[in-house]
Structure formats: C-alpha cells, structure tokens
C-alpha cells in the first residue's frame, strides 16, 4: 500500500466573486482530481444546505487542470491528488484535506497475496514477466496502469521511484476500467486509489503491509 | 399569411448550408492552429518517425501510434469488406425482395447502435475469448480490427447494395441471354459494372475505421507499442487524443493538437479518394 494526500490548491476569499446574474448569491468553483470530485461533491452540498445564499460547483478535469484553473483564477479552488504539487502550483495557497492510499490489485483468482516495492517496480518496469517469478503460476504477467497524465499515475511513480513503465503495458484511462480489466483478467496487475476496491479484485499486500484505511492514516 | 416569401426561405436555406460548411472550416482552422506550430517546433520527422511516446519527459514520436492506426484499420477491412461486399451481393443478387426488405433495415440499424456498446460487448465477450483460446492479454489488435469491421459493415454493405443495384438491368440481360449463369453474370458483369461503387464503399468503411474512438479505446489496451502480434495491445491515433486530453497542458497539449492534424489529412485524403470513385461511377452511368 502507498500513500498519497489530496491538495487543494486555493485562491482564497479574494478569489470568490459576486455573480452577476445571481441575485446576490456567492458563487465558488472547485475544479480539478476526478479521483475527489466525488467527495467534493457531497461537501458542496452539505455546504450549500448550510449557507443558502452561496453557490457551489464541482468540476473535475484533472488535476493538471484543478491547478492550471486555480492558477488563472478560472476556478476558486483547485484540487489535486499528488504526492508534491509542481512548479506551477507554487504561487497558490494549498491545505491538504484527505489522504488516500494507492493499492495493487490483482483478480481474487491469483495465488499471490504479497509483493515487495522492488518486486512491484520490477513488474511494472518489465523485468519480472511471469507471476512464477514472484510466487504464483507460470502465466505470463498483464501490466495494467493509467495514461500519462493521471494524478494517480504519478503518484505511483513518484512513491515507487526509478519506474520506466514497460511498453506492452495495457492503459486505461480511469480508476474504474483499470478495476473492470483487472477483475477480467486472472493475470493482470494494475493499481488504483483505495476506496475504490470491491470483492471483484484483491488488494495485495506490500513489504507485508495491508492496504487498510487504519494504515493510511498512520 | 405569408411570413417568409421565396426568397427569404431560400435565404435560410442557404445559411443553414453554409452553417455547415462553415463548421468544418472552423474545426480545421482551429486543429490546424493548434497543431502545426508544434510540428515545426518539434520537427516533423521527429514527430512522425520517432517511437517514443512520452509526454512527462517531452518525447512526442507518434510512429508507434501510425502503425497500430494502420494495422487496425487494415484489419478491419479484412474482417468487413469481405463479409460486407458478399453480404451486398447476397442482397441484391439472390436475395428475394422480401428479405432484402426485412434484412437492409436491419443492417442499417447496426449504424445505430452506439460505440461504446460495441465497445462493452468488445471487452466484456470478446476480450476473453481472445486471452484464453489465442492468449495475450485479450484487449488486443485483433480484437480492435473485429470490433470495427462488424461497425464498418452498415458502411459497406448499403453503399455497395446501391452501387449493384444502379448497374442497369440489360447488362444483366444481355449476359444472362449469352447462357452465363447468375454467379457468372454477377462476377464477370454486374461486380464489374459496379466496382467503383464498391471501392467507394469500402473507403468510406476505412474512413470510419480509422476515426473510431471510444469502441477502439475500450478493447485494444491502448499501450504505446508497434504490434509484432495480432495479440499485442495497440494505441490508435484517436485513442492517443481521447485518453490523454483531459490531462494535457502546454507542449503535450500541443502534441495531441498535431496528433489531431496528422489524423484529419489522413481521413481528408481517404474521404477524397472516395469520393473520385463515386464521382467516376456516375460519370459512367
């Protein structure tokens, strides 16, 4: 299990306008992480149903996009999902408000229950090609990762470190199509944020530790 | 009372025309504006000739991306122009009119269908057939050229029926009175007749073979790779644009901006070329 935090990147109160047409009500937009666009979501509206007059709106896109739109003051608030924030992010205010752990899952049908950080990168960067190699059958390994891009993907990168991700490796482009292709693939291995695991896939276990919610938090 | 005489509904009529044709001009411009400066920055050979796809680290070669456009559009065409072009000849030929009634519409409704369903079918039935009869990790290049060449029959298969069917019947007459069989009349006289047609139809099929986005993304596992394999995972030039827009900024922006330059003078050149071909078979009417 790895550990990454959520950011947001924010404009503070100077940032938040009066909205023309709104009559008086007070308008702020979060952009950003889709992976906490849906947290986002429900403390908009536990927001809004606490102070009436002001307008919430949650917008995903990413999180290069939560911290260009922070940046330009296209939104109020950015979010981000990353280990560190870039370059571009240094001129905002940013609070971290949720950690999140990254998880490796594999189909509840593979034998393999623990991997170390090097057998993991291995896997990711080529070297290790067969499940045999690291306690399982003798079927060759389906890497499953994100697109360039992703915050989760980066995050990974940055926490593993020394990862040149193999060519063959299949991408999808969300955290639910890389569980959909794990949980139909007995051979593939991929990664994605932690609450996002169901009794279709199978978190493993890293260094022997477990992905639970106590271990991210520690 | 009259609101608008003829010359006004004429005036409307126009705009609306010129609606349209404005729209493609804005999306070119657009594309081509957002595109071309990377590629003189970069280089086109750099772009087009280089294997390494790497936004993070600033490689933009999209030849891998080319390769897998090329082999699954290819693929497709293996898959549906056989089946479409035989399937057109079976309509038109042999078929009664009763079955051709109840059976075009149906292929036609195969248009309809949306590409992520075939996308969902892809993944959900196909993909495992293919991993655990042939192997691989089932999202595949096979997979992508099966999936587009069922998509591509609606294409293929009504264009090719109207060509067939515009050969003029003394043709088939005349061949028929010489003691030709039907099939030796159909292969020696009406396909003949109706080639161009038929070779209209099978590009506008490449066309939409080669522009298919989401169904493509869904089953052929997108990783950035020349195929040595039907089986390896390939990333289409439209996939490249779909998976990695939300993300991009500056130069990797720009990237999928030429990516999107690269792909439309392919269909450009596609689109032309079917359109010549129609073009001829009128012409010899």
Known sequence: MFKRVFILGMLLLAGIYMTGCGRGKTSITLAGSTAFQPFAEKLAEQFMTKNPNVNVTVQGGGSAVGIQSASSGAAQIGMADLVTLPEEAKGLTSTVVAKDGIAIVVSPKNKVNNLTTDQVRDIFNGKIVNWKEVGGDDVPITVVSREAGSGTRSSFEQILTNITLKKDALIQDSNGTIRETVANDANSVGYLSHGLINEKIKAIKIDDVECTSEMIIA | ?285
């Not at chain 2, 039935?125 to 042939?134: D, E, S, T």
């Not at chain 2, 298919?212 to 950035?224: F, H, L, Q, R």
């Not at chain 2, 900024?249 to 030429?258: I, S």
Request: aromatic fraction near 6%.
């Open chain 2, 1 to 285: 009372m009259k609101l608008v005489g003829e010359k006004g509904v004429q005036r409307i009529l126009m705009i609306t025309a010129l609606s349209a044709i404005s729209s493609l001009l804005l999306i070119a411009l657009f594309i081509f504006s957002e595109g071309l400066p990377f590629i003189f920055k970069y280089g086109a050979g750099n772009f087009l000739l280089a294997n390494e796809w790497d936004p993070n680290t600033g490689h933009f070669g999209i030849f891998p991306m080319i390769m897998s456009s090329v082999w699954v559009t290819l693929g497709a065409m293996v898959v549906g122009a056989p089946l479409g072009i035989a399937g057109a000849i079976f309509l038109s030929e042999y078929a009664s009119p009763i079955i051709m009634k109840i059976v075009k519409p149906t292929i036609e409704l195969l248009a309809a269908i949306p590409s992520v369903v075939y996308g969902f079918i892809g993944v959900m039935v196909l993909a495992p057939v293919i991993r655990n009869n042939l192997g691989g990790p089932g999202l595949s290049l096979l997979a992508g050229c099966i999936i587009l060449g069922i998509m591509i029959l609606p294409t293929v298969i009504s264009i090719s029926i109207d060509s067939i069917l515009a050969v003029p019947r003394s043709y088939r007459e005349g061949s028929l009175a010489l003691g030709a069989t039907t099939w030796q009349t159909t292969h020696m006289v009406t396909i003949k007749a109706a080639r161009s047609g038929i070779v209209a139809s099978i590009i506008l099929g490449l066309g939409r073979a080669i522009g298919e986005t989401m169904a493509v993304i869904m089953v052929a596992g997108n990783s950035v790779n020349i195929p040595n394999s039907a089986l390896d995972s390939v990333r289409t030039l439209t996939a490249n644009i779909a998976l990695e827009m939300s993300y991009a900024t500056g130069m990797h922006r720009e990237a999928l901006f030429a990516t999107g330059v690269i792909l439309f003078i392919i269909i450009m050149i596609l689109n032309s070329i079917a359109s010549v071909a129609i073009r001829n078979r009128n012409a010899k009417k």
